[in-house]
Structure formats: structure tokens, C-alpha cells
């Protein structure tokens, strides 16, 4: 990864307390607010860590006194105020506040974050804003509370709707309190509720998995995120995998338990819109869209990524070092990349042949065109006027496809 400086950027990686400059260049700056702008912003507090998970995320016991969510928020602030005055300023098409745990900041710590992105930036009429919360940090009044607050949807990390898998993903709450966190939302007033499954865990057997589509369609949600399970380098489940404590999960059965969540899901009105995303009409999540549509967003607080007219950053990951360089008034960047042409090509082929609306036809050279029509060829991809579209086995080898058109 790129950690210097740019062609016509000025940006540098500094230690606590220098000061570091960071420019936008006008090139990029062309078209900001006339394309939708989107802001994530990081929560990086857990109360528990969980063992699969490599996000950039502390305990109360790791950060001690380094770092707090006072200080974090004050460096929020800090760092919208100044991302607005390098952009501009657009209005925000869609907000996302992710993590971690943001629910752990209670309904009225969220309230002040939104509250912070609409004094910094000010939202355009209708937009999305979502938070992520873990189903055991959240309660019917947490929810009215961020409904008054102007948040539009919640996501929840389900994962499981089985003990036993719970258990082996260090979940700490109960099989039945992601369901009735989502009720919760709902009987609150949110029309837009996400449910986080997590299929391929050690030990899942095909009637666990039933057992979450059962739960998650009881619970009435527009929208399903299923990842298969990773096993993360450096995780305490990667560990366990090692020492050969765990097994690691497996590729058929993997593809055998995606396939059955599709066609769970698609039988009752949420279908896929990404590999691993599925949702009633009209309910797909407007900023991960941005994210795979190429989009302007500005990622806020640490470890944040950002994209801006083909300008790629980074902020530093601790909690400490974000909240001392913009208390020391420079924007924590932890390093930066212009994109060149041909990164952007890889990327628009990668993230659109995910999308089913698909990959445009007009993206590809010569070559690449030669290599898509192999893969249709073999049933992986399917022509739709201008566009390529994975078939249902093309979205289990979704990656595989990906690589033979861009070789
Ligand atoms: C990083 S979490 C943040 C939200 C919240 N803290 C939670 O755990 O629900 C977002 C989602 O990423 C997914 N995730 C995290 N690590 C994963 C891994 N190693 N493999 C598959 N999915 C993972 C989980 O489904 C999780 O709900
Ligand atoms: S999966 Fe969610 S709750 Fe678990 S450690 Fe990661 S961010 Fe925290």
C-alpha cells in the first residue's frame, strides 16, 4: 500500500503531533456535488472483541486511557469541519456510521454525530442515513431516539440465529435478540432494517442456517448482508484454525449455503442486487451503491478510507494518534494514492460485475470482450443488452470471473 506522497498531491505521513498537510487537487475537486457524495463514519469501540473479526476496532481494556469516545468525537468533529472546507462543502447524499460498535454511543451520542455531519456539510432532501448495531447494545427507546434524530435505516449484526454458532463467533448476545432488535426498529417507525448473516461458520449445519432464514425473515427486514465466513490472518479464529482446534470452512459447502440463502430470500421478495446483498424493491443501501458505482465519499475517524474524483486516502487506525494530529489541526491522513486509469478500469470490472445490474459491456477492450464472451460461454455470465450479468453459478465464482476478464 501507497503511504507516500502523490504527483500533484501534498501529503505526508506524520508522527503524534506534526503537522501534515493534505490537498485535494482541483482535478479532483471537478464535480464534487454534482455526483452523489456519500460520509462513513468509523466508530472504533467494541465492548467484546469478536474472534473472525479484523476491523479496525478497541476494547475499553486495550485503548486504557490513550483514547475515549470523548476524545474521538471531538476529533470528528475536527475532521468534518475540515473535510467540508476541502470539498466544499456538497450537500451528503447518503451517511453511514459503521464499525465497530456504534450503538455502544447510545441513541444520543449517534444523534451528535449525524448532528456534526449536518453542521459541517448540511444532508440533501431524502437522504439515507444508516447505522450499524449490535443487537445487544440496542432497545426500543435507542431506536426512537435515532429515528428522531433523522437516521432513515439500521443494520444489524445478527450473524446466527444458532447458539452454538454464536458461541463459536464470540457473539454475546442471545439467538432471539437480533429478531426482536429488528421488531424493535420496526414497531420504532424504520422502514429500511438490514439483518448481518454470516454463513460457513465451523460447526453451521444446513438446518442452522435454516434455523437464521427462518429468524430473519420472521423479522420482516427489507435488505440481507450474508458474508461467507473469512478467516482473517492474525485473528484468534485464524489461530484456532491453525492449531487445528477448528476446521476451516469449506468451499462446497460454502457455495451449497449460498445458493440456499438466495433462494430462501429470492422466494420471499428480497433479491440479490450484489453477490452478497439482497433486498426488497426500492431498498437497496444507497451508499455501499456509491462505494461500487465509482462515487465521491469521505470515510471520517480512524482507519477511515476515503475516494474523492479518482483520489484515494486513508486515515491513521489509532483512536490516540487521530484524536492528537487533528487536535493539533491537521487532517490524520495516513497515506494517499491517485488512481491511474487502469486502477479505475480494474476497479469499475471488480465492483459492477458484482452488481446485477452488471458489467457495462462499453468498460472492456478488445480482449478483455474476447475473454467475457469465454465466460459466457461457460454459463458464467450472461449477456443483458449493454451489460454482463453473473448467472446464479457465476456469483458462487464471482472472483474467479473477475480475474479471467481483466487477464
Ligand atoms: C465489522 S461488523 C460491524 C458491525 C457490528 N459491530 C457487528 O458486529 O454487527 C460488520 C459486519 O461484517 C461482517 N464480518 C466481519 N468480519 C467478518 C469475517 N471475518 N467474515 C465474514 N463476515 C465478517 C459481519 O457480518 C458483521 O456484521
Ligand atoms: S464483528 Fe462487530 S462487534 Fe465483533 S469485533 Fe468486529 S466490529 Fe466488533
Known sequence: MDTGGVSGLSTSTVGRGEAAAFALPESALIGVGRRPFGIY???????????????????AGELGTSASPQSWMEGLRRELDLAAQMTGAPAVDTVFVGGGTPSLLGGDGLADVLGAVRSSFGLADGAEVTTESNPESTSPEFFERLLAGGFTRISLGMQSAAQHVLKVLDRTHTPGRAVAAALEARA?????????????????RDEDLDLSLDAVLSAGVDHVSAYALIVEDGTALARKVRRGELPAPDDDVLASRYERIDARLAEA?????????????????????GYWDGGDWWGAGPGAHSHVGGVRWW????????????AAGSLPVGGSEQL?????????????????????????????????????ADGLLVRAGEHLVLTDRGRLLADAVVRTVLR
Open 41 to 59: 463514519v468509523h466508530v472504533p469501540f467494541c465492548a467484546t472483541r469478536c474472534g473472525y473479526c479484523d476491523f479496525n476496532t478497541y476494547t
Open 188 to 204: 420504532a417507525g424504520f422502514g429500511h432494517v438490514n439483518l448481518d448473516l454470516i454463513y460457513g461458520t465451523p460447526g453451521e
Open 269 to 289: 421478495g428480497l433479491t440479490w442486487y450484489e453477490v452478497s446483498n439482497w433486498a426488497r424493491e426500492d431498498a437497496a443501501c444507497q451508499h455501499n451503491l
Open 315 to 326: 486515515n491513521v487506525k489509532h483512536p490516540a494518534r487521530y484524536a492528537d494530529q487533528l
Open 340 to 376: 491511474t486509469d487502469e486502477d479505475v478500469h480494474v476497479e469499475r470490472v471488480m465492483l459492477t460485475a458484482r452488481l446485477r445490474t452488471g458489467l457495462p459491456v462499453a468498460e472492456l477492450d478488445d480482449a478483455e470482450r474476447r475473454a467475457a464472451e469465454r465466460v459466457v
